[in-house]
């Protein structure tokens, strides 16, 4: 704390100012690059020709989700729809893992897992349990062993990371 007191302390003269002998450099920011109005954004399509056509089939509503995904329309950057493309794959991967870790999750909330442990003989491995809604316990009275196949699939999936 004591250098630095006395370095506030100091006269200005006694400094040694170092300046660069490049000129200065003066930043211009463009406060609206892009002009845009909310008129333009009531209209849909304004951005596309058959979009701006109108509702009047099903091409527009296809022409309106394909657009989007259509990169070479938006740029002629080849680095940017790379971007683009490497980007609009990993948000789909991050959907379809969130998916999967659901169904894990609501196979193994669900499950009768610790009543099978219990009595393997006479209750078979379910992941999903068959709730009795207002006189259904009849018509589910024998589900079958069609829903046996999540548990299955968790049984060999776990003895694969334990085993």
Not at 87 to 107: D, E, N, T, V
Not at 117 to 129: E, K, R, W, Y
Request: with cysteine; glycine share 10%; aromatic share 12%.
């Amino acid at each position: 704390m004591a250098g630095l007191f006395v370095c506030l302390v100091r006269k200005e003269e006694d400094l040694m100012i170092i300046r660069s002998p490049e000129p200065e450099v003066q930043i211009v920011v463009d406060r609206d690059p892009v002009k845009t109005s909310f008129e333009e954004w009531a209209r849909p399509g304004h951005f596309s020709r058959t979009i701006a056509k109108g509702p009047d089939t099903t091409t527009w509503i296809w022409n309106l989700h394909a657009d989007a995904h259509d990169f070479d329309s938006h740029t002629g950057d080849l680095e940017e729809i790379s971007r683009k493309i490497f980007s609009a794959h990993f948000g789909q991967l991050s959907i379809i893992f969130l998916w999967l870790s659901g169904m894990y999750f609501h196979g193994a909330r669900f499950s009768n897992y610790e009543a099978w442990l219990s009595d393997p003989t006479h209750i078979g491995p379910s992941a999903q349990v068959v709730w009795p809604i207002v006189g259904q316990e009849i018509l589910n009275g024998d589900v079958g062993g069609g829903f046996l196949g999540l548990t299955r699939y968790y049984r060999k999936l776990i003895s694969k990371i334990m085993g």
